[in-house]
């Protein structure tokens, strides 16, 4: 059958793959889309991928259960299915790949959105030119007449008009009136764009009967252009009863038109772009100077229309469709007729803008955000410059501005932009960078697509960085200039970042540039701060890396590392050699200390251990142990619990958690040793998961069902706190009640073993959840029954625990994203799939220390130090701010010279921790403490 459909569909011959050796076949790989939960879109469908393996290619598809078409799919047309697509010469995806995937010197194609220097997608470009990588821009891709030959442009006039006509209906009934549009969905709802249109003609029988209030008068939609967005606009409009007419029609339209159809006129330049200087249109002298006409659309077209479609490619030298005032102004023209009781008239003659292009701030002045498919439309007031999503009774226009429409037609959409891009795959399969670009033998198409090539932007698109440059030149004079009188940089930009850059980005003196290998994670952590920089920097075990490293730890006063707590050692030892202070909120390493007689010769403070556990504890701890000592008393016992946890109503799992910091560490910790002293006696809990079974009911906080394991040596902290008269000393770490029963099972199963196993590798093929869990338990047979069985045995006939790994869906068909080691592969798919934080939730800290102490009187008494703190799911997570404020506080007090000491410290002495609990307690973060004697 899939032959029988080759030759029906009369597939391209691939010309540019003449002259290549053959003895090494090309390789291209089509990347899986990670940028939206939306994109089910592929540069190619699978009878494509099938002709381009017959013609010698191999193609590989990463593996994705999102596309509208399946693995099985894109595997019956001869592709590989596998994750690592390092030998692909050419890797292919519609929207842009996260930056920290990237593959070195690659040939990658996909929408780049760098063409006009856009501000958020210059750290990808950044990493593209850093890698060597050759960039191909769909975008770009045109004829010899200047026209793009790969584009979606029909499936985005016309999921876009389904959407608005959905619009229309929802907005109409807020007004008072129910209509035949109500019967419209958003084009997503469909399962083509047969179906959506034959919907739309349903609706437009409706109409023909009358079904349309008299009250709101003709309904006329006008369209911008004449284009692919344009004509497949039309296409799902002229499902319904229309009557399409002459711009100059218009009043006459609206004046006397019949409700019992829908009337339409398509709008081109020459209907309102007028000449400064009078005279006629002239198209070609328009081309060239836009800016010498000016636009009466404002006031000959938009007062009578009900619906705009916007579609058309705006340069900024041309005037606009319409401006801020011409908005507000539209919203004084009347809706045409008399409310009746139960009749109510129109607010305004216009409705709903759907502006296809998502040209932000473009033809549409005050179109300065996307609406996305699962929030399709937003209204915007113009009298107040605000826009409201959810109402659709709110005061203003309707606007719908989905900036990838076509993925609601994903398959269609698929294969008309595949057999468009197709004819010119040869070619970029040559692209491998051993050719200069100006020797570069592909077509003009291609050739000028190229945006960046072995390290360089090309010659077409070098005025980027000119924009770039100007642009930031206009952001340094809007700030006036402030030099910044002090920098730090923070080297990391996952969950406690974001904290630590708002506290110190607070002071308009300090520089803050945040450097991370997730590229667009930095720069969306920094963009809305006026004194803050990102830089894309990884850190390697090559000379690049050290080098760019120092050069970036030479050129700030302090260093704040949010990394891996094994790589602080690598950052602390250049601080060191670059004479530069170092906070990290990690526990102090050996490797660690034995820097400190290094630091404290070079004058450099290595801070360690200033978060919140370990941090917060420590300060807490040592400012009641210092009253006490200042007032006769002796500390005999002490007690500390302290963990991260979802909310009690966000723990609805199987080990009752979800991860508010570093997953690998959370699940790898429990398989660490542990030590502590109990009444006068040594326990020592063995590695290699004896703490999971150590585990006891914990009651700190009164309505919690809590429980809790010791947390490493605690005995090390009687020295560290100059308690040598302690019967007691337990640090330990809480969770709530059923965790460490869950994480035995996985245990007991063989997945938190972080050694590497050779059937786990990312480059082989894909393994379902019930192919792992049989090869962990050295079992063959991976019927569902069986294997259930034989899991269950080796849990001890366990039900509780067998229940648990079902929950987590570890015992099912789900493919597994292969990491290398079990734990890993675990991990991920945790830590996407299962305990994961979800928009609207939130996270709690719970921390307590217990501290038995006796007076000079032989009196006793029991003190407990609590703070509890929740996360704010618009903001920062407990987790985050309680780490990350204490380091930036730390960072701070660096900066100012008002910490001394130098060498590897810890914040145990009260000209470190008082200061710091001091700013704790002004960002409220509160600590209860109470007293019993």
């Known amino acids: 059958m899939l032959r029988a459909v080759r030759f029906a569909l009369g597939f391209p011959r691939l010309p540019g793959l003449r002259g290549m050796s053959s003895r090494q076949p090309p390789v291209l790989a089509i990347a899986r889309e990670e940028t939206s939960i939306w994109e089910r879109r592929a540069p190619l469908n699978p009878l494509q991928v099938q002709q381009l393996v017959r013609s010698g290619i191999k193609v590989i598809v990463q593996p994705s259960t999102r596309r509208a078409y399946s693995m099985d799919e894109y595997s019956q047309a001869g592709a590989v299915i596998q994750d690592n697509v390092s030998e692909a010469t050419v890797i292919m995806s519609i929207k842009t790949i996260p930056v920290d995937t990237l593959l070195p010197d690659k040939t990658y194609s996909f929408f780049s959105h760098t063409i006009k220097a856009q501000e958020a997608n210059m750290p990808l470009l950044d990493a593209v030119l850093d890698k060597r990588i050759r960039l191909l821009d769909y975008e770009t891709m045109k004829n010899h007449k200047g026209q793009r030959v790969v584009a979606f ?60 209030p008299s009250v709101l008068g003709p309904i006329v939609f006008v369209f911008t252009g004449s284009g692919n967005v344009s004509q497949g606009a039309q296409e799902v409009f002229k499902q319904l009863p229309v009557e399409m007419v002459h711009p100059s029609q218009l009043p006459f339209v609206v004046a006397s038109g019949d409700n019992r159809r829908i009337y339409g006129t398509i709008v081109n330049r020459e209907d309102y772009l007028v000449h400064r200087h009078g005279g006629e249109f002239d198209k070609e002298y328009c081309n060239v100077h836009p800016e010498m006409y000016k636009s009466e659309f404002a006031t000959t077209i938009a007062p009578y229309m009900s619906v705009l479609i916007n579609g058309t490619y705006w340069d900024p030298r041309s005037p606009r469709l319409l401006t801020y005032a011409d908005a507000k102004q539209l919203l004084t023209v009347n809706g045409g007729s008399v409310s009746k009781p ?4 129109l607010p305004h003659r216009l409705l709903a803008i759907c502006d296809i292009s998502a040209d932000l701030g473009g033809s549409l002045e005050f179109m300065t955000e996307c609406t996305s498919i699962d929030s399709p439309f937003l209204i915007y007031n113009p009298v107040n410059n605000e826009s409201v999503a959810g109402d659709m009774s709110a005061s203003g226009m309707l606007i719908s501005s989905i900036d990838n429409m076509p993925a609601q037609i994903p398959r269609e959409a698929t294969d008309f932009f595949g057999s468009h891009l197709q004819p010119f795959i040869g070619e970029v399969l040559r692209i491998d960078g051993s050719e200069d670009f100006k020797n570069l033998s592909v077509s003009p198409t291609v050739k000028d697509s190229l945006i960046a090539y072995n390290g360089h932007l090309t010659p077409n698109y070098e005025y980027i960085q000119d924009r770039r440059a100007k642009r930031e030149a206009k952001a340094a004079e809007a700030r006036c200039e402030v030099t910044p009188a002090q920098k730090v940089l923070i080297l990391g930009s996952g969950y406690v970042s974001a904290p630590v850059v708002e506290y110190l980005t607070r002071n308009e003196k300090y520089a803050v540039t945040v450097a991370s290998n997730v590229a667009s994670d930095a720069s969306r952590l920094v963009s809305q701060y006026a004194n803050a920089t990102h830089k894309y920097w990884t850190l390697g075990h090559d000379d690049k890396s050290e080098s760019e490293l120092k050069a970036l730890v030479s050129e700030h006063d302090v260093v704040i590392s949010l990394l891996p707590p094994s790589l602080h050692i690598v950052v602390a030892k250049v601080c060191v050699a670059s004479s530069k202070h170092l906070v990290t909120c990690s526990y102090t390493s050996p490797e660690m200390r034995k820097l400190s007689g290094a630091a404290e010769d070079a004058g450099v403070t290595l801070l360690n251990e200033v978060g919140l556990d370990p941090g917060i504890d420590h300060m807490l701890a040592m400012q009641c142990f210092n009253e006490v000592s200042k007032h ?9 619990w302290c963990g991260g946890l979802p909310a009690p109503e966000f723990s609805d799992n199987p080990l009752r958690y979800k991860f508010s910091w570093n997953p690998r560490s959370v699940l790898s910790n429990l398989k660490n040793s542990a030590r502590y002293l109990k009444n006068g006696k040594l326990v020592d809990v063995p590695a290699g998961g004896w703490l999971m079974h150590s585990a006891c009911p914990v009651d700190v906080i009164p309505g919690f069902n809590l429980e809790g394991v010791p947390n490493r040596d605690s005995t090390i902290y009687s020295e560290k706190y100059g308690l040598a008269s302690l019967h007691t000393i337990l640090r330990g770490t809480l969770r709530f009640l059923g965790f460490f029963n869950a994480v035995q099972a996985l245990d007991q199963v063989g997945l938190l073993d972080d050694k590497e196993h050779a059937r786990l590798n990312p480059s082989l093929s894909p393994l379902r959840w019930c192919d792992v869990m049989a090869m962990l338990i050295s079992q063959t047979d991976v019927r569902a029954i069986d294997l259930k069985s034989c899991v269950y045995e080796l849990l001890g006939r366990d039900l509780v625990k067998l229940s648990a790994l079902e929950k987590l869906g570890l015992l099912s068909e789900e493919n597994v994203a292969l990491k290398g080691t079990p734990l890993d592969t675990l991990v991920s798919h945790l830590q996407e799939k299962v305990l994961a934080f979800e928009k609207g939730e939130r996270d709690l800290v719970i921390l307590q220390h217990k501290i038995g102490i006796r007076w000079s009187d032989s009196q006793k008494e029991t003190r407990k130090i609590t703070l509890v703190e929740y996360g704010d799911p618009q ?8 780490t990350g404020l204490p380091a930036a506080i730390a960072g701070e007090m660096l900066l100012e010279g008002n910490i001394n000491r130098t060498g590897v410290v810890e914040p145990l002495y009260a000209e470190i921790y008082e200061p710091i609990l001091r700013k704790l307690n002004e960002a409220a973060i509160n600590f209860k403490v109470m007293s019993q004697s």
């Open 153 to 212: 442009g029909q499936y985005a006039g016309m999921a876009g008009m389904i959407n608005i006509l959905h619009g229309v209906g929802l907005r109409l009934l807020a007004f008072g009136h129910h209509t035949p549009f109500m019967h419209i969905g958003t084009a997503h709802n469909y399962p083509n764009t047969s179906a959506a249109k034959a919907a739309v003609a349903s609706v437009g029988r409706e109409i023909q009967y009358g079904l349309l």
């Open 342 to 345: 139960g009749e109510p008239c």
């Open 632 to 640: 006769g008393g002796i500390v005999e016992s002490f007690v500390s």
């Open 875 to 882: 903001g920062f997570s407990a987790m985050a701010r309680l």
